[in-house]
């Protein structure tokens, strides 16, 4: 629903054109030469200045869940933060529901903060003096809301993220993953659009973490906001993202869904960020199903081509034959016990994607 | 940081002179030049030195443009009038209570700070007040100390905050707050008496610019302490910096603000004793009549006072602080602990009931005397050895050899300890000291200082490498410094001077006891903030504990001594001036005597500038060695 | 919201521009016709309070303490004290925070200034006190050496007043920092081989002459009269070029003794127009050295507090005080 707002001419709720965030002492003249295509040791030796982002292009679409990935300090955190000029991007275009924030007033800015945009952060940034009902209810707080109507507000987001009966505990006094409930919450709470989330869960333990994702995937059933999700943790990524862009010294490198990464990255970095990837759990049959050989049966099981390796295994086994691999109905191709048997011993070791790929 | 630039630096590649050969040539090179040049170059005083009779003729001229001069007229005066009627409001209100009243609305404040045993302490220490036959003037020192403080307040916060959150004002209010807190308190006061004249407005406002550079810098850090990703995540949800600053930066600073005020009533009650050499009322006048006669029953009753108060509001504003929201029960406990304060005041007589009051005067006296007399042979000991052996041979050499060579000595340390800007800074404060027509009385006070600070680095490091290896020894000393630090500076001058009299020494003797508390505090941090792992380490390959300490802790904890030492520095500095008082010479008797002779004003006010300029030469020196990395 | 704040702001602009267009300035002291408000705690005696500075010797306290004693109980005033040094007493006459100072030793730049200049006080008489300040050596040592009271012989003796403040030249103690001094100049202008060090109150010259006497120590130091311890200890002054009219006229160039001075009261301008009955007693007020001798020995020696002393003198030369109630 909220999906259904977006104004944007092509269905994008985001549009990011060329952006480039460089700090450090006149980043404009930097730009304005070609300082800016040096890498980023020699960048820094000779102007002092970091190239945080480096001419960024991409566009969300309503109710996608977009994923950015990279190491550390590749410019995750800088790009999502210049998308509502928290940081001050030093180029380029951004437009969110196809409104040019470039361009915005500080007030428009305020507006387009407090009712379209929100923000979860990595270390939760919960105001400790304030009661979680308060920190939930902040930003309709200063939106001026009146007190009753942001508690009864607040009061349901609580219940949707699962923190009845904490209302009136301080930060505190909940553990990590209560605390980035609250985060949550708080985002929620103004009903924004779109949801910009910055390593949201990497300072929770494991188990936590896993509950949390599942929340998030539910909450975006649920809800069906748009969210920017930005994380260095690849099986997150693969969880969560439809889309995922990796970036690398500030550029992204790759755009793609995990599918697409994982079957066909494009170079050895992202090869590399992939590697671990029990790729069983990642590809379609579509990736390693072949042309039947003239001697083989095509009478055994059918499976879809979007069919994930991993789904197929109990259908191989049940049956002799090699399966049917079909796209509506035309036959795509073959894949036999064998062919899953291999994708899914390359899991555990380190297979050469990039070079397999290059062979289909 | 850049590598050591030492004078003398041996080329890449052959033996490299170690650090404390460099020093040690300074040292020779300065022996040798000394016993060359000794005797000329000087720059002896001169009590008619052309900045001091400039100074004076400003003041005149100031004096005299009282009643016509616009800044006078719309402004000092205005300021004078409202500062002593907002002193007159207070007095009026606080008498008004009645000594039971008072009592009652104390406890009341204690308890809503911090439960019933703040209340108790609030109300009992203000019952000694009485019971100390010291309740009038107490209230007056309280009204004294409530206008400077909410004063300092209304100034400092909102400036403090601005330099929390703006690097560029940070770095234009910095080095002013630096001078106001190296300035001695003395300096001002008579530049106080100049604008405000004496009396309760100017004894506020002398308070005010003494308490006012710990209120800003403690509330800018507060506010820079405060955790950027909660402004941001405010920021994300648009709201305006104004919100920002009163729903997230006042709120998380909370706590560091409320130090800020604590440490700004600390600072304004250390100022008590010497505002009332300008008219101050209150405690602080027993306390100058006690200084004056050399009569130590008559101050102490005012010195307990003062300790007494300090205690009370540090403990309730730090309790206050730390509370988060009083419940209905302290309200309705302190509502009616105020009541009963006030309904008593009504029925029992105006004044403190005699019979209540005990006085010890006389038997302060008695003790002070038996001291005096018994320990006559070694307190003498004590002040002529120290006198004969370290300062007057010091102090000569310092004032015999050429101003050139000791400027070189001093650019050659700084450089070697701290590099080429703090050097070039360090001289230049050093030249400035002798422009300023003040080079013989600042060696007299760098004399002076130089000795008190290495009394007080080596007691403190005694204490405080003494606390860290012993839990026990910790245990106990840890309350006495922190009663000790709660002191207001001038009570230190008690003890000294019923030992020893009017003389230098006595000067010595106070900085030092006023130092070392804070001196074996960092000491003690310092080597506790060794990591374990560390310790461990070390213990792990044998070392003996006297090792560990050599080898490991002390070194680790360099940072922390050399704070200590800056602070010890610092602190002696402020305490040499006041110790003008009681017989300490150079700059701070300078002070003094610009403060109660009109014709010394301008060396007084000369003089104070000089104190700055030392302490911002020995500051360089110290704070430099501090940001070079370990050997 | 922009616009309130403007509103605001023009506010307070003309609230400022009225308020000093009203009062034309706050201006300082009386006689100058302001109109500016006096603030409560610079009113003068009509409040019924009396501010008597407090100048840090016994002889003053003792003066006083005394006529505190005698213009609350029949001047019909409460009395403040203000312990506060001699220069700086005096500017407490123009803001109303000093109505008397009971013993002025001259002090000619301040008459000038206050009482010529500012007109903001004006002398009330005599105290009937008669006071010299002097250089002093213990008895033992004029008897001694017997050519030592002598200026001229100072030097001969130089090395035996050597301390350990006071490096190679002779010592000559000197008291509080704000006491009148001509030290200085007269040491150098009489080529003297001392140096001035200050032992920073009365009490350490008290102790110091006393000490030097009982345990026959060399000691010369700065004192003056009237003064109890002449009763208690027996000491010697040293004599400098005698005194004539206008030799100390010029701070840097005295060479000569300080000149016996009738020793007087001031008052502040705003207290002796009152004329009441407290001004009264204040210019009435008059007694000889002996008395404030046994007030100051009762306060010093005898334990007493200074308002115990006083009123025991009270209570003994009644004749003497009542002399100052005005009929
Ligand atoms: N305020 C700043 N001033 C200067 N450089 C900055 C600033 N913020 C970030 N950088 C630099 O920009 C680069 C990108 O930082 P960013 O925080 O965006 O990385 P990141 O991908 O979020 O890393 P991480 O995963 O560690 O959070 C880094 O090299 C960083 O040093
Ligand atoms: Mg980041």
Redesign the interface.
């Known amino acids: 629903m909220a999906a259904e707002r977006s104004s944007a001419s092509d269905g994008a709720v985001i549009e990011v054109a060329g952006l480039w965030k460089i700090f450090g002492p006149r980043s404009e003249r930097v730009l304005a030469c070609s300082d800016k295509d040096l890498d980023p040791a020699a960048l820094r030796e000779k102007t002092g200045c970091t190239a945080a982002v480096r001419n960024v292009s991409f566009q969300v679409r309503p109710g996608e869940v977009f994923v950015v990935m990279g190491l550390s300090g590749s410019g995750k955190s800088t790009l999502v933060r210049c998308l509502t000029r928290l940081i001050e991007p030093t180029a380029g275009e951004i437009r969110i529901g196809g409104e040019d924030v470039g361009s915005a007033s500080p007030a428009r800015l305020r507006e387009l903060r407090r009712h379209q945009v929100s923000m979860v952060f990595q270390h939760f940034g919960l105001l400790p003096h304030r009661r979680v009902i308060d920190n939930i209810a902040y930003g309709l707080e200063i939106q001026g809301m009146a007190r009753a109507d942001r508690y009864r507000r607040a009061r349901e987001i609580l219940t949707l993220v699962g923190l009845d009966g904490h209302a009136d505990s301080y930060p505190d006094q909940l553990s990590g993953g209560m605390r980035q409930r609250v985060g949550l919450a708080r985002a929620l709470a103004v009903d924004p659009q779109v949801m910009l989330f910055d390593e949201p869960f990497s300072a929770l333990d494991p188990l936590i973490r896993r509950d949390m994702q599942a929340e998030v995937m539910r909450l975006h059933r649920e809800v069906g906001k748009t969210m920017v999700f930005i994380t260095h943790d690849l099986s997150e990524a693969l969880k969560l993202g439809e889309r995922i862009a990796i970036m690398r010294d500030g550029s992204i490198v790759q755009l793609g869904t995990a599918e697409e990464l994982v079957g066909a990255p494009v170079d050895d970095y992202v090869a590399d960020f992939v590697r671990d990837v029990p790729r069983s759990h990642v590809l379609s049959l579509r990736w390693i199903c072949r042309d039947p050989e003239s001697d083989e049966h095509l009478d055994g099981p059918v499976l879809p081509a979007d069919m994930i390796i991993r789904d197929a295994i109990p259908a191989s086994t049940a049956s002799a034959r090699p399966i049917r691999v079909v796209q509506g109905d035309e036959l795509v191709g073959v894949v036999d016990r064998v062919d899953i048997l291999t994708a899914m011993t390359s899991d555990a070791g380190a297979p050469a994607v990039h070079a397999e790929k290059a062979s289909a | 940081m850049s590598a050591p630039a030492v004078p003398v630096t041996a080329p890449q590649g052959t033996l490299r002179l170690p650090r404390w050969a460099v020093l040690a040539g300074i040292a020779v090179l300065f022996t040798v030049g000394y016993l060359l040049y000794r005797g000329t170059g000087t720059l002896p005083h001169d009590d008619e030195a052309a900045p001091f009779l400039f100074i004076n003729d400003a003041r005149e001229t100031i004096d005299a443009g009282r009643n016509e001069n616009p800044l006078f007229l719309y402004l000092i005066n205005y300021l004078r009038l409202f500062t002593a009627g907002l002193y007159d409001l207070l007095e009026v209100g606080l008498t008004a209570l009645g000594w039971p009243g008072l009592i009652g609305v104390m406890g009341a404040l204690g308890w809503l700070a911090g439960g019933w045993r703040i209340a108790l302490l609030a109300a009992a220490g203000f019952v000694s007040f009485g019971v100390l036959g010291l309740w009038e003037a107490s209230v007056l020192t309280l009204a004294l100390i409530v206008a400077a403080v909410l004063l300092a307040l209304v100034v400092g916060i909102p400036l403090g905050i601005w330099t929390g959150g703006s690097a560029r004002v940070r770095r234009l209010i910095t080095p002013v707050l630096d001078v106001m807190q190296i300035m001695p308190t003395f300096a001002y006061l008579a530049p106080m008496v100049l604008f405000f004249q004496i009396g309760p407005a100017s004894a506020t406002v002398a308070t005010l610019i003494y308490a006012l550079p710990v209120t800003i810098r403690i509330t800018a850090l507060a506010i820079e302490q405060v955790s950027p990703t909660a402004i941001e995540a405010s920021a994300s949800l648009g709201a305006t910096r104004r919100q920002t600053l009163r729903k997230v930066q006042l709120p998380m600073a909370r706590e560091t603000i409320a130090l800020a005020i604590n440490q700004t009533i600390m600072m304004a009650l250390s100022m008590v004793v010497i505002a009332a050499l300008i008219s101050a009322p209150g405690l602080g006048s027993d306390i100058v009549r006690g200084l004056s006669r050399a009569n130590v029953g008559f101050m102490l009753p005012a010195g307990v006072a003062i300790v007494i108060m300090a205690i009370v509001l540090d403990r309730m504003t730090m309790a206050a602080a730390r509370r988060r929201v009083s419940d209905r029960v302290s309200y309705v406990a302190a509502g009616m602990l105020a009541l009963a304060g006030l309904a008593l005041a009504a029925v029992l007589p105006a004044e403190f009931p005699e019979e209540w009051r005990i006085s010890f005067a006389g038997p302060v006296n008695d003790a002070v005397t038996w001291a005096k007399f018994s320990w006559y042979d070694v307190t003498t000991a004590i002040k002529n050895i120290s006198s004969e052996a370290l300062l007057n041979p010091l102090q000569g050499l310092l004032t015999s050899a050429p101003w050139w060579l000791v400027a070189a000595a001093v650019l050659a340390v700084a450089w070697w300890s701290s590099g080429v800007r703090p050097a070039l800074t360090a001289l230049g404060c050093l030249v400035a000291i002798a422009l300023l027509g003040l080079w013989e009385h600042g060696m007299e006070t760098l004399t002076t200082v130089l000795v008190a600070v290495a009394l007080t680095l080596l007691i403190g490091l005694l204490l405080g490498i003494a606390a860290a290896r012993s839990l026990r020894f910790s245990a106990v000393q840890r309350p006495l410094l922190d009663a000790a630090q709660t002191m207001p500076a001038f009570v230190y001058l008690l003890p000294a001077l019923a030992l020893f009299g009017a003389t230098r020494f006595t000067a010595i003797f106070a900085s030092v006891i006023y130092a070392v508390p804070p001196v074996a505090r960092l000491v003690e941090e310092g080597i506790r903030g060794v990591p374990p792992t560390v310790v461990e380490a070390a213990v792990s390959t044998g070392s003996t504990s006297g090792q560990l300490l050599w080898k490991v802790q002390l070194p680790m904890a360099r940072r922390a001594i050399l704070l200590a030492a800056n602070q010890g520095i610092v602190m002696t500095l402020a305490m040499v001036v006041v110790g003008g008082l009681v017989g300490a010479g150079g700059l701070g008797y300078d002070v003094v005597s610009g403060f109660v002779q009109r014709t010394d004003f301008g060396m007084g006010f000369t003089a104070g500038v000089a104190t700055v300029l030392l302490g911002i030469m020995l500051d360089r020196i110290t704070q430099g060695a501090d940001r070079r990395p370990s050997p | 919201m922009k616009i309130g704040s403007r509103v605001h702001l023009l506010a307070g602009v003309l609230t400022l521009g009225i308020a000093?267009a009203g009062c034309?300035?706050?201006?300082?002291?009386e006689g100058?016709g302001?109109a500016?408000?006096q603030?409560?705690?610079?009113a003068p005696a009509a409040a019924g309070t009396v501010k008597i500075a407090?100048n840090?010797w016994?002889g003053y306290e003792a003066s006083a303490a005394v006529l505190a004693h005698v213009l609350e109980k029949e001047g019909g005033v409460k009395v403040e004290k203000?312990?506060?040094?001699?220069?700086?007493s005096w500017?407490?006459f123009?803001?109303g925070?000093?109505d008397v100072i009971v013993e002025n030793w001259g002090h000619p730049?301040e008459v000038k200034k206050f009482i010529d200049e500012k007109k903001v006080a004006l002398s009330a008489g005599s105290t009937g006190n008669k006071g010299v300040i002097g250089w002093y050596v213990p008895k033992w040592m004029a008897d001694r050496y017997p050519d030592i009271t002598d200026y001229k012989n100072l030097n001969k003796y130089a090395d035996l007043f050597k301390t350990?403040?006071s490096?190679d030249k002779g010592q000559l103690l000197f008291g509080?920092?704000?006491y009148v001094?001509n030290e200085?100049a007269i040491i150098k202008n009489l080529k003297l081989d001392l140096k001035v060090v200050?032992?920073?109150?009365?009490?350490?010259l008290i102790?110091g002459a006393t000490q030097a006497q009982q345990q026959k120590k060399p000691l010369l130091f700065y004192f003056w009269n009237p003064h109890w311890l002449f009763s208690r200890v027996e000491l010697a002054r040293v004599s400098l070029p005698a005194y004539t009219e206008g030799c100390d006229a010029d701070?840097?160039k005295v060479a000569c003794d300080y000149a016996e001075l009738d020793l007087d009261k001031i008052v502040s301008k705003k207290f002796a127009d009152t004329g009441g009955k407290a001004y009264q007693i204040v210019k009435n007020f008059q007694w000889t050295n002996e008395d404030q001798n046994s007030v100051a020995n009762d306060v010093q020696n005898n334990?007493l507090s200074a308002e115990d002393a006083a009123k025991k003198w009270v209570d003994a030369n009644p004749a003497k005080w009542q002399a100052w109630i005005p009929q």
Do not use: F, M, N, R
């Open positions: 000093i034309g300035g706050a201006k300082v002291g100058t302001s500016a408000p603030a409560s705690s610079g407090i840090p016994v203000k312990e506060l040094t001699e220069q700086v500017e407490g123009e803001t925070e000093v730049e350990s403040e490096g509080d920092p704000s001094s200085e200050t032992g920073g109150s009365e009490a350490a102790e701070a840097k334990g």
